[in-house]
Structure formats: structure tokens, C-alpha cells
């Protein structure tokens, strides 16, 4: 079972960067929050047909993305991506076998932090990293998608965790 996390305040003022790393953190909690304290089989419910998505899936995903984009894109690192698979590009939403679902989430945890230390000595005006791309992005870019991929995929969180046991809400 995975804990209840203590999830930061929603930042309502501030510099740019604390408002970017606030509402991140908020989105990362949140999204634990929406899997805590519910048992295997109920994180992986495909609670809302026929749509294929999961509770694990997201972390899973959300961890993949964490390390795509502040490891892999960021600082343009050969880390391998958690939780893929070549023979199946979208494994991280429905392969469960990778690990026990408090081991995704310690996973997800790690994840996050290695993500935000990679960020942290940086400038929000630091230009991504990685070879061979067609186009450069900054970091403030990076912020802003994440913090609006966390959002998407917790209007989904939220929706299989009011099927799956009635809880609403953040």
C-alpha cells in the first residue's frame, strides 16, 4: 500500500521559479495522494472503460517522464527509462510486473528528486542538453510541460480513484 503523502500548499505567490517548482511538487504530491492507501489489485483497475488507464500506470508514466525529460532531454544522459520496453512502447501504463506498487512509488519518489537536483543549479533560461534534437528547450518550457502533464494526467487520477472507492477531490 502506498502511504498518503504530505503535500505542499498550492503556491498563490512568489518568484517565477518558486511558483514553477511549487506547482510541480503540488501536481507530483497530488498524484501520489490519488494513489495512496488503496491495495494492488485496486491500483491496477482498469476502473473506466475502455479507457486502458491505471492508477499504477500513471505513476509508472509519470515516473518514465520525470527521468525522460530532467535526465534524458535536460542534461542529455544515457539514463535508462524505468518501467519500458522496446517491444512495447507504451509498457510503463499496463505492464505490472516491473515491481510491487510501493516500490513504483519509491521509484516515482527518486525519480522526482533526482529531477529536482538536476534542475536546481540551473537557470530557468538553460537550454536543454540533448544531441540531436531539431529543436532546444529551456527550462522554463520543461517546468510549464511537466506542470501541464502532471495536471492532465490527475484529471485521469482523479476520475479512476472516484470509481474504484468513492474518494473526490484533492
Not at 55 to 65: A, E, I, P, W
Amino acid at each position: 500500500m502506498i502511504p498518503r503523502p504530505l503535500r505542499p500548499p498550492e503556491p498563490v505567490a512568489g518568484p517565477e521559479r518558486a511558483q514553477l517548482e511549487g506547482w510541480l511538487d503540488f501536481h507530483r504530491a497530488t498524484l501520489l495522494t490519488k494513489c495512496a492507501e488503496l491495495e494492488g489489485d485496486q491500483l491496477t483497475r482498469r476502473a473506466v472503460p475502455p479507457s486502458e488507464l491505471t492508477l499504477l500506470g500513471l505513476l509508472q508514466h509519470m515516473t518514465l517522464v520525470e527521468v525522460w525529460w530532467f535526465d534524458v532531454v535536460l542534461l542529455d544522459s544515457a539514463t535508462p527509462l524505468p518501467y519500458s520496453s522496446e517491444a512495447d512502447r507504451d509498457a510503463e501504463f499496463h505492464d505490472f510486473t516491473f515491481a510491487a506498487p510501493e516500490a513504483v512509488a519509491d521509484s516515482f519518489l527518486a525519480a522526482c528528486e533526482r529531477s529536482r537536483q538536476n534542475a536546481a543549479s540551473l537557470s530557468l533560461d538553460t537550454v536543454t542538453r540533448r544531441t540531436g534534437e531539431r529543436f532546444t528547450l529551456d527550462l522554463r518550457w520543461l517546468y510549464t510541460h511537466m506542470i501541464e502533464e502532471y495536471a492532465r494526467h490527475n484529471g485521469h487520477a482523479d476520475l479512476l480513484r472516484e470509481v474504484i472507492d468513492g474518494t473526490t477531490g484533492l
